[in-house]
């Protein structure tokens, strides 16, 4: 008992010591410059001059789940065409190559017509159509310079040039030499100026690549696709962001200009650059790049609403692999008031070897190798899943893995958390705030996501405070609102055992 | 007519815009100024008496201390019949906990501060690392201290350990991309190189916390030890708390210089079978070179158009064969990388895909490298190089790496201008000498009946089984023959010119059991200790080693139903596990039990050594995962030496026996002197007195005498 209040009592010290360190984070927002240019756009800077270096992360308000039937995996889609030049990057001659892809999509109209002819397909016709189609894509590409754009950010300096889809939104990101800050410029407003589909059927197959990659020949990518249709039946949190197969093998670049024009505004993006940059001299350079980006209304706010599950729903691949478990309960947006109550369970029942599922199901009862709980799966803009995902060890099923779960969640709902198990949880999660604070790229992608998310940066930091003031009564009313079994969604893999007579390491 | 409409309307936007700006036309026209210097301060670096090196890198932006120790002494040190031991140190010497407290107290009273501290272990090093708020550090070193110097290993954390390193291996063939990386790996070091090692049950079952233990002892010494900090701390207030910290701690053997890396498997085709995939994973290895090489920097350029200039456009964008597609010749700090290209494609295009990666290979050779090529590449890399040390705890890293591999410290400033100067020559010269198709052993897993054309087209091709040996199974050796297709034919002959050398088949055959009397005499720190030994062996399993030593007679039996030590003053006791596998180790080693069983081990003929005057055959032979060498007179079959890795803890790297002296007992002819060396110097000698084979066994010996 005696070591339990000691532990107490320093915990206690340290919390008063961690808010002076907090008082550095005010520090740190008066390095911070916001800013939103006449046509919308949202500019965040951040000065950090210690390296002639800067990152940035644009954030477009607008991801897969802004897809509806027909188009899904047109926003991953995009982030790809984001990477193709404009009208003087990749290009030996824009006004050839706009009238040759021009025939492109005239083309794959008639011919993606022709073959998804639902009744009485001429096979000789659509042949014919396809053929001029790929004719028609040759010729397109003679006026390619291919990847360009992507070496002329290198050439620069850049570093970590990639781009990321998620359900919420899509984020582009790299890091540069802070001497070529006004390139940069140039180049990241190009992307967003105006649309430059070259080669666009050509990254479709490589996105399909990326789709069988990830989703259909992975176990647990094929597992998650399963359990994500099983838990949205309405809202497109439940159709996987890369897309369905039949889609990204039928979109079109004409599709994806529809797109760019209702999401890629202004008003619904915003970019934040954290570095060896002063905002004051920094700020006209943006204003003359990106204020050329043409003003538009912000695109319509999704409709559909995930209605409110009431039944349990299982969804169980009997495949060869090894077992897997999942299991997921709706909870509300990110922007909700209990979100920080969330943030709490979570770090309760995942953070660290202290964490009560590592304890109970890792460390004492040896069934699972991982196991934890967290927030915002797929997304958290709209109402989403606060999912368990555990990987059971050798010897133990998917399914016996749920009883020993729903004991640890049964103790949320029951017991009250310990003040010095609470107290533990907040101080990490300060220090874990402070540990995010010294990467140029870590800042960006932070500051551009809280103010896309909740229109305001500081909200990574307030969030501490909210944390701060969760109580043990707090998180026994949320789980109990959350985790009832009307409300669950199970995810599993359960071995099948090869079949005797497979062949082992057959060949041919 | 709804594409046209709309493709023409967004056409009409970009012309519009476009005008309407009277600002850059082409990016070409943006000036920018120089960048401005960088020039970030050397971490103060202090070297202890004891022979370990600090370095202390102040960064006061954020109230953090961060760092750690990085200790000579990894996965390759292990031996292949534990494999899997680093892994699992590195998990259990922290979850295990130290001395004074137990993992979970440890867990507690760290994370109740947001305090890190941990431990893990890779192929060449271990680590202990820390990161505290830094008012916690003082709180939390004297654990980093204990943990580093005094770890328990604890048992219960060594069985979860092992809990977990049998769900990774239950779990290795799940995923396409791992089983891609582990079995190109081994075809690029052969699968017996300490680079390569994979666990099994059986391996993870055999390791003890003795084993840990004794690792731990073997290599946690001062002077193998690097120690970095980063962070808001005072340097020369860190130093003292540093120095008072270490500055007792005593020196300890040094650890051996990296292990040879093996060599690749055969040029050829390989295949690993996976049903559940519709896209196939390709990889193309070959042996790659060391950090070291003065060709290191030519060899980045040559990486970066290979990347950026062919594959990824060629195969990727332009083709769209494939999302992940990329290689290049890889370096190590003290060992050689591999080369690799990989690329992942659907299983309708694996031929397709594999052409046009290996047509890229070839047009390194081939397809002159452009002076665009070159400027851009060259560009990149230097233009980018700020980012190597845009943050003081990358200088830390960098210096810590420079210090830990023996490197000189201008090595990461210099490298710009070595880049800056790398011409179009000689990157088509390192083309040419590091990139060597014909040497390449092609990967491919997937899912063969969806090939747009059999794998076959390319040539023979070799299944590679990846079932993974159920837990309990005998490990490869023990019961069932090795796999007769490892053990090449040249091999096969000069086994049996040996057996012929020392009496033939038929008399090797009639041997049931031998009797050794010896004289050793071996190195120890306290000088040379004398014994006299006399040993007997009835095969296949039963061992009895009686030992005259100063402090008396020690007797070791090893039977099938158990072993047992008696020693002098103590009684009868188990003989430990690791001592148990040693000495059988040694047995399963000595000519005559190979020469007698050679369906128990694989044979391969690796190379020439000059011993003396003679330009002796180098024979690999392998059981239990453990390769030895013999290196034999081609000309009459004789032994000349034997080479092995050491039992010893004391001892590191190969111990090189070398036999003498030989003389026929009851018609096979033997050595009877032999003398061991180890890192160049003698560390033993033996004389045999006396040879009997097939003696009067007293089997009341074997038993174990009643307490």
């Known amino acids: 008992m005696t070591v339990r209040n000691q532990l107490w009592a320093i915990a206690l010290l340290l919390t008063v010591a961690v808010s002076a360190a907090a008082q550095d984070l005010s520090a740190f927002e008066k390095r911070t410059t916001v800013r939103k240019l006449d046509n919308g756009l949202t500019i965040i800077i951040l000065e950090r001059p210690e390296a002639p270096v800067f990152s940035y992360a644009t954030v477009v308000n607008a991801g897969a789940a802004q897809e509806v039937a027909g188009i899904t995996g047109l926003a991953h889609m995009f982030e790809h065409m984001a990477f193709k030049g404009n009208d003087v990057i990749g290009t030996k001659d824009w006004k050839g190559e706009q009238a040759a892809l021009r025939k492109v999509e005239e083309t794959y109209a008639a011919y993606d017509r022709a073959r998804r002819q639902e009744t009485a397909r001429d096979e000789t016709r659509v042949k014919q159509l396809e053929k001029e189609w790929r004719d028609a894509i040759s010729a397109a590409d003679k006026f390619v310079v291919t990847e360009e754009f992507t070496k002329t950010v290198e050439s620069a300096g850049g570093v970590g040039l990639n781009a990321g889809t998620a359900m919420d939104y899509t984020i582009y990101f790299y890091s540069m030499p802070s001497n070529r800050f006004e390139l940069w410029a140039y180049l990241e407003s190009e992307r967003y100026r105006a649309p430059f589909l070259r080669e666009f059927y050509k990254e479709r197959d490589v996105v399909m690549e990326e789709r069988r990659m990830r989703v259909e020949s992975s176990p647990v990518g094929r597992l998650l696709q399963q359990f994500m249709s099983m838990a949205f039946i309405a809202h497109p949190y439940g159709v996987n962001g890369i897309g369905h197969m039949s889609d990204l093998q039928t979109i079109s670049a004409t599709d994806a200009v529809d797109f760019f024009k209702k999401q890629y505004v202004p008003a619904n993006m915003v970019i934040a650059i954290v570095g060896d940059v002063k905002a004051a001299e920094a700020m006209p350079v943006i204003e003359k790049y990106f204020g050329r980006i043409p003003k538009a209304p912000g695109p319509e706010p999704l409709r559909t609403i995930e209605p409110k599950q009431n039944s349990e729903r299982t969804v169980i691949l009997r495949e060869a692999s090894q077992p897997f478990y999942l299991e997921g309960y709706h909870r509300p947006a990110g922007t909700h008031p209990d979100d920080s109550i969330y943030a709490a369970m979570e770090m309760l029942m995942s953070n660290g070897r202290t964490s009560r599922l590592y304890k109970s199901l890792v460390r004492d009862k040896k069934i699972a190798v991982q196991a934890s709980g967290f927030n915002g799966f797929p997304g958290e803009k709209y109402a989403n899943l606060f999912t368990y995902f555990i990987v059971p060890t050798p010897g133990n099923t998917a399914s016996s893995l749920a009883e020993p779960l729903r004991a640890e969640i049964e103790r949320l709902k029951t017991e009250d958390v310990s003040a010095e198990e609470l107290q533990s949880v907040k101080m990490r999660a300060k220090a874990s705030l402070l540990r995010q604070l010294d990467s140029n790229a870590g800042l960006a992608r932070q500051l551009a996501g809280y103010q896309t998310l909740h229109g305001d940066w500081r909200k990574l930091f307030r969030e501490i405070g909210e944390i701060e003031k969760v109580t043990p009564a707090d998180i026994r009313r949320v789980a109990n609102e959350t985790f009832v079994a009307s409300n669950r969604t199970v995810g599993m893999i359960e071995r099948l055992a090869p079949a005797a007579t497979a062949p082992k390491g057959a060949s041919k | ?707």
């Open chain 2, 1 to 707: 007519m709804r594409t046209l409409t709309r493709i023409a309307i967004s056409a009409a936007i970009t012309l519009a815009a476009t005008p309407g700006i009277a600002q850059v036309k082409h990016p070409k026209e943006i000036k920018f100024p120089a960048l401005r210097q960088l020039t970030q301060p050397a971490p103060k670096r202090v070297q202890l008496d004891n022979g370990m090196v600090i370095l202390l890198m102040e960064d006061h932006e954020l109230p953090l201390i961060r760092g750690g120790a990085r200790i000579r002494g990894g996965a390759r040190e292990v031996p292949a019949g534990k494999a899997g031991l680093a892994g699992m140190l590195g998990q259990s010497w922290r979850t295990g906990g130290t001395q004074s407290r137990t993992g979970d107290q440890l867990d507690e009273f760290l994370e109740s501060r947001a305090a890190i501290v941990e431990t893990g272990a890779n192929d060449d090093s271990m680590n202990v690392s820390i990161n505290v708020l830094s008012q916690d550090f003082d709180a939390v070193f004297p654990i980093f201290l204990e943990l580093m110097r005094d770890p328990a290993f604890r048992q219960d954390k060594i069985d979860l350990a092992k809990t977990q390193a049998n769900a990774s291996i239950s779990r290795r063939n799940d995923e396409a991309g791992s089983i891609l990386g582990r079995e190109s790996t081994k075809l690029g070091y052969g699968a017996d190189s300490p680079y390569a090692r994979q666990p099994e049950y059986a391996t993870i079952a055999s390791i003890t916390r003795d084993d840990l233990l004794a690792f731990h002892k073997r290599f946690v010494h001062p002077n193998n030890t690097v120690l970095g900090l980063v962070g808001d701390f005072d340097s020369s207030t860190m130093e003292s708390k540093l120095r008072a910290a270490f500055n007792s701690w005593q020196r300890g053997p040094q650890a051996p210089p990296a292990p040879a890396v093996g060599t690749g498997a055969k040029p050829g085709v390989y295949f690993v079978a996976k049903e559940d995939v519709n896209q196939s994973n390709v990889a193309m290895v070959h042996a790659g070179t060391t950090r070291n090489n003065p060709d290191y920097p030519a060899l980045q350029v040559l990486n970066e158009i290979l990347n950026s200039d062919r594959l990824f456009p060629r195969i990727r964008t332009q083709q769209g064969l494939a999302y992940s597609v990329g290689g290049g010749v890889g370096s190590d700090w003290d060992r050689p990388g591999l080369f690799r290209a990989q690329v992942g494609t659907k299983s309708g295009t694996t031929l397709q895909a594999i052409s046009s990666l290996r047509a890229e290979l070839d047009n390194l050779h081939n397809q002159p490298f452009t002076a665009e090529e070159l400027k851009r590449s060259k560009e990149s890399i230097v233009n980018a190089h700020v980012f190597t040390i845009d943050s003081k705890s990358k200088v830390l890293t960098q210096a810590m790496n420079l210090e830990f591999y023996g490197y000189p410290k201008d090595w990461y400033s210099k490298y710009p201008s070595l880049v800056e100067q790398v011409t179009a020559a000689e990157v088509a010269r390192v083309a040419k000498k590091y990139v060597t198709p014909d040497n390449i052993a092609l990967l491919v897993v997937g899912k063969d009946k969806d090939f747009d054309k059999p794998l076959t087209t390319l040539g023979a091709v070799t299944p590679i089984d990846i079932t993974i040996p159920e837990p309990g199974a005998a490990p490869a050796g023990t019961s069932k023959p090795a796999p007769p297709a490892a053990t090449s034919a040249d091999g096969m002959v000069l086994v049996k010119k040996m057996q012929d050398f020392v009496g033939g088949k038929p008399r090797l055959d009639a041997v049931k059991s031998v009797r050794y009397v010896m004289a050793q005499s071996s190195k120890t720190p306290q000088g040379a200790m004398e014994m006299e030994m006399d040993q007997t062996v009835v095969f296949p399993d039963r061992i009895r080693a009686m030992m005259k030593m100063p402090m008396g007679e020690v007797t070791m039996v090893i039977t099938p139903e158990g072993s047992f030590a008696n020693l002098p003053g103590m009684g009868v006791r188990d003989l430990p596990a690791s001592q148990r596998d040693g000495i059988k180790g040694q047995v399963r080693q000595d000519l005559v039990t190979v020469l007698k069983f050679p369906e128990r081990y694989t044979f391969v003929v690796a190379g020439t050594e000059k011993v003396g005057s003679i330009n002796a055959t180098v024979l690999e032979f392998t059981a239990e995962g453990e390769t030895s060498r013999f290196l034999v007179d081609p000309a009459s079959g004789k032994v000349l030496r034997k080479v092995t890795r050491s039992r010893n803890p004391m001892m590191q790297g190969d111990v090189i026996t070398e036999y003498s002296e030989w003389k026929t007992f009851g018609g096979l002819q033997l050595p009877t002197a032999a003398t061991a060396m180890n890192n160049g110097e003698q560390v033993g000698t033996t004389t045999v007195k006396s040879v009997e084979i097939n003696p009067v066994l007293d089997m009341k010996q074997w038993e174990r005498p009643a307490a």
